[in-house]
């Protein structure tokens, strides 16, 4: 089925984007949810698909979530940045928790303020862990970056595992911190220049 089919029967929650913005949006099926989160663009627009189970998981830890819009983003990040079948801003897909199963990173608002969610697959159902807070928001200048399994740091004060996906937040282009899960929860280390 082609993708612009598909997407008008998936029951799913999905970001769509241009340029300068991102809005949220439903889309209403009787036919089955993608098996994996997955980013896809048209006309250079980025939408993410979740499958109905991660789309469950968010609702039932945080009710009301709301992922971050690109309207937020300084539009010279939103020009320059690198969107792939693996990253869009504030979204990640990736192995994490390296079961062979595709989990997602959002950046976007809860009840409490800033939130970076990690919807983790859990065997045969999904978790939505709380990577970090931010309770005045998730800063607009920061932007995630996914990185496959295997890629060393070099960085000696910095090692995450090699056998799962791991992600970076560039921070005002200053600075970036590498995300990897492990031991049942995220860590996080300052990468040197």
Same mark, same amino acid.
């Given at each position: 089925?082609?993708?612009? @089919?598909? /997407? =008008?029967? &998936?029951?799913?929650?999905?970001?769509?984007?241009?340029?300068?913005?991102? *809005?949220?949006?439903?889309?209403?099926?009787?036919? =089955?949810?993608? !098996?994996?989160?997955?980013?896809?663009?048209?006309?250079?627009?980025?939408?993410?698909?979740?499958?109905?189970?991660?789309?469950?998981?968010? !609702?039932?830890?945080?009710? +009301?979530?709301? =992922? @971050?819009?690109?309207?937020?983003? $300084?539009?010279?990040?939103?020009? @320059?940045?690198?969107?792939?079948? /693996?990253?869009?801003?504030?979204?990640? &897909? +990736? #192995?994490?928790?390296?079961?062979?199963?595709?989990?997602?990173?959002? %950046?976007?608002?809860?009840?409490? +303020?800033?939130?970076?969610?990690?919807?983790?697959? =859990?065997? $045969?159902?999904?978790?939505?862990?709380?990577?970090?807070?931010?309770?005045? +928001?998730?800063?607009?200048?920061?932007?995630?970056?996914?990185?496959?399994?295997? &890629?060393?740091? *070099? %960085?000696?004060?910095?090692?995450?595992?090699?056998? /799962?996906?791991?992600?970076?937040?560039?921070? %005002? !282009?200053?600075?970036?911190?590498?995300?990897?899960?492990? #031991?049942? /929860?995220?860590?996080?280390?300052?990468?040197?220049?």
């Amino acid at each position: 089925m082609p993708v612009h @089919s598909a /997407r =008008r029967h &998936i029951a799913v929650t999905c970001i769509t984007a241009d340029l300068l913005l991102l *809005t949220a949006c439903t889309a209403v099926s009787t036919e =089955r949810s993608p !098996e994996a989160p997955v980013l896809v663009y048209t006309d250079t627009a980025p939408s993410l698909l979740l499958p109905s189970r991660m789309t469950a998981a968010i !609702e039932k830890a945080y009710p +009301g979530f709301r =992922r @971050s819009e690109l309207s937020h983003y $300084d539009s010279t990040i939103v020009r @320059s940045y690198e969107f792939t079948s /693996r990253q869009a801003l504030n979204v990640v &897909i +990736g #192995d994490f928790n390296a079961d062979s199963t595709l989990d997602v990173v959002l %950046d976007g608002m809860a009840s409490s +303020g800033g939130v970076r969610l990690c919807i983790l697959s =859990r065997t $045969d159902t999904f978790e939505a862990v709380l990577v970090e807070e931010h309770p005045r +928001g998730i800063p607009t200048d920061n932007y995630l970056i996914a990185l496959p399994r295997g &890629i060393p740091s *070099t %960085d000696s004060l910095c090692v995450a595992p090699l056998d /799962r996906d791991v992600f970076v937040e560039i921070m %005002d !282009e200053k600075a970036a911190l590498l995300f990897y899960y492990q #031991d049942d /929860r995220f860590h996080h280390c300052l990468l040197s220049d």
